[in-house]
Nanobody, 120 residues
Framework: QVQLVESGGGLVQTGGSLRLSCAAS????????VGWYRQALGKQRELVAH???????NYADSVKGRFTISRDNAKNTVYLQMNSLKAEDTAVYYC??????????????WGQGTQVTVSS
């Protein structure tokens, strides 16, 4: 009923930038909080950035000042602007959202992930 699709990943050099997108589609009534997570090889998945329905944001200490999360409610899309990328930002990035469907069902949904590789 609901799909989240991430895009925008790729290979970038240290210091470069990427913008990830997370587009939701399907029988959506409303999208509440959305988070961007990442999982590096051999490590646990971690929360990178989070945005509430009213636009409040918070970030992991490791990305503060470099990453910016934003949302376009008209497009059901959340973005993650990543600047000053470092090798340690290399990971698969996932978005997750709490979504209420048109039949009033509330649940958390995950995208399939997009690879970000930062080369030094």
């Amino acid at each position: 009923q609901v799909q989240l699709v991430e895009s925008g990943g790729g290979l970038v050099q240290t210091g470069g930038s990427l913008r990830l997108s997370c587009a939701a589609s399907g029988r959506i009534f409303s999208i509440n909080a959305v988070g961007w997570y990442r999982q590096a090889l051999g490590k646990q998945r971690e929360l990178v950035a989070h945005i509430t329905s009213d636009g409040s944001t918070n970030y992991a200490d490791s990305v503060k000042g470099r990453f910016t999360i934003s949302r376009d409610n008209a497009k059901n899309t959340v973005y993650l602007q990543m600047n000053s990328l470092k090798a340690e930002d290399t990971a698969v990035y996932y978005c997750a959202a709490e979504i209420r469907t048109t039949d009033w069902f509330l649940s958390n949904y995950w995208g399939q992930g997009t690879q970000v590789t930062v080369s030094s």
